[in-house]
């Protein structure tokens, strides 16, 4: 009906090599981490002052672990979801195209990258709440 335009292909038969992957995985991978650790950082800061005003320093030692383990399984679970995205494109796809297929496994090493950084900043600002008294 509309495949034929004056003998050239659509843009939708050239740009479709692969079965196209589900979108919502991709965008997982890379988004997930980030905003796990965003979670964690602002809602420690919030929870610490709140907390010590009300002299609760045992339930924010506790809250503040459930934080941290809650932002390392965010990137966790962004490692995973991006790690299945990558294994289910072929070794030789490249990343730097248009197709579907190019745009997930680039979108899946960008959210292995991601996870990977963002589970390292979450250990990173977790250190000096467990050092440092934080009521002090």
Known sequence: MGSDLLGTQTDLAVRAPGPALPVLP?????????????????AGYALAGWLCRWQQPPLLLTSLRLLTVFALGGAAIGAWTSWSVLRST????????????????????????SSGLFALSTIATAIPRWVLHVCH
């Not at 991709?26 to 950082?41: C, E, K, N, S, Y």
């Not at 297929?101 to 960008?110: D, E, G, M, T």
């Open 26 to 42: 991709q965008w997982a991978g890379v988004m997930l981490p980030p905003a796990t650790w965003a979670i964690d950082f602002t």
């Open 90 to 113: 072929p070794d030789t796809t490249q990343t730097d195209g248009g197709s579907p297929q190019q745009r997930a496994r680039f979108l899946a090493i960008l959210g292995l990258l």
